[in-house]
């Protein structure tokens, strides 16, 4: 029976080198929100209502954008493994 063996190469990105990508992700996020909160009071009435409504629920949404990608995890890539080997 042949094992496959983990190729480091196929490793996840560490967390301190994707943590600059998210951090940059959400604080874009945050600025197009500020912008709204700016919108909301320059525009006039009917489209100031769509500016704060997104400028409330665009938090939600940055968390969920910046915080995507760290999730998905090949189901066949376990580094350990439950079979132990035998030395032969």
Do not use: H, K
């Not at 969920?64 to 032969?88: F, K, M, Q």
């Amino acid at each position: 029976m042949v094992e496959e063996i983990p190729d480091i190469t196929s490793a996840q990105q560490g967390l301190s080198d994707d943590l600059p990508g998210r951090q940059r992700r959400y604080f874009i996020s945050m600025m197009i929100r500020t912008a709204f909160f700016i919108a909301a009071v320059i525009v006039p009435s009917p489209y100031r209502w769509f500016c704060v409504i997104a400028a409330v629920i665009l938090p939600y949404f940055a968390v969920v954008i910046a915080n995507a990608g760290r999730e998905t995890i090949d189901p066949g890539s376990a580094i350990i493994r439950e079979e132990r080997r035998s030395i032969s």
